[in-house]
């Protein structure tokens, strides 16, 4: 199967998104938990949650256009600065899934999707109790990108609250324990699993994956080299014998008649 762009701007446009938006892989599920004094606590799932550096910790997330339909989500942090990113789990998918419904302005998600909102050591946003990883988060900037009028929101992480045994003692998140789910597309989620950790990578300690590429390359450039010799030597010797012939004819006496 090929999709070139010209067969992206003709297809439907939901087999559009659905492709488009699964074309990336396996994204992180997260609930962003806000609030605003006028109309109360927001919550809404996102799969757009990615590092951006460890010191300083800052995370970014795409929110679509603000023109397009309420964004309440935006408007909160922008009017106090702060919001929660709440990990999902198998559990709580389905709830978390209808947040992205379009509820309307003061209308709580949390209410409607049977999730609990929940104020944790005087965060100023609410975070989702049921969740098992919660990072509370100090807006910092946002980015407009121009190609599509999206905007990258970043912010600074100021707390992350976890069991203890989802950490192990590298500082490693085992997210397979806590039954993480992650997002295709728009609507398929998917449990997560370990298969392996692996070290830093080093350019001296890369395993013997391409030797018999390799070995398989050094031995046509050998076999190349020695083509490449044969033929020197073999066109030397034709020369060689076209210039003798002609050498001993010039020599040669006519006699007279």
Not at 1 to 20: A, Y
């Amino acid at each position: 199967m090929r999709v070139n762009r010209k067969s992206i701007e003709d297809m439907h446009r939901v087999r559009r998104l659905n492709l488009i938006n699964g074309v990336t892989g396996i994204k992180p599920a997260n609930l962003i938990g806000t609030f605003s004094l006028k109309y109360g606590s927001n919550v809404s799932i996102f799969s757009s949650v990615v590092h951006l550096g460890s010191n300083p910790p800052l995370l970014g997330f795409i929110l679509r256009p603000t023109g397009e339909v309420n964004r309440n989500t935006y408007d909160n942090i922008k009017e106090t600065g702060y919001y929660t990113i709440n990990h999902v789990h198998e559990t709580i998918a389905e709830k978390s899934h209808y947040t992205s419904a379009k509820f309307d302005h003061g209308e709580s998600e949390f209410e409607r999707c049977g999730l609990t909102e929940e104020y944790l050591y005087d965060f100023a946003a609410p975070f989702v109790q049921e969740s098992y990883v919660k990072i509370g988060m100090k807006f910092k900037e946002e980015i407009l990108i121009e190609a599509n009028d999206t905007r990258m929101i970043i912010g600074e992480i100021q707390e992350i609250i976890l069991p203890d045994d989802s950490v192990d003692d590298k500082g490693y998140i085992r997210l397979d324990k806590i039954f993480d789910v992650g997002i295709g597309g728009l609507n398929n989620y998917y449990s997560l699993k370990r298969i392996a950790t692996y070290p830093y990578a080093r350019v001296n300690e890369v395993p013997p994956f391409g030797q018999a590429q390799i070995k398989k390359k050094r031995s046509m450039k050998a076999r190349l080299y020695v083509s490449g010799i044969l033929s020197g030597v073999f066109f030397l010797l034709l020369s060689l014998t076209w210039v003798m012939p002609n050498s001993n004819n010039a020599n040669v006496t006519i006699p007279a008649g």
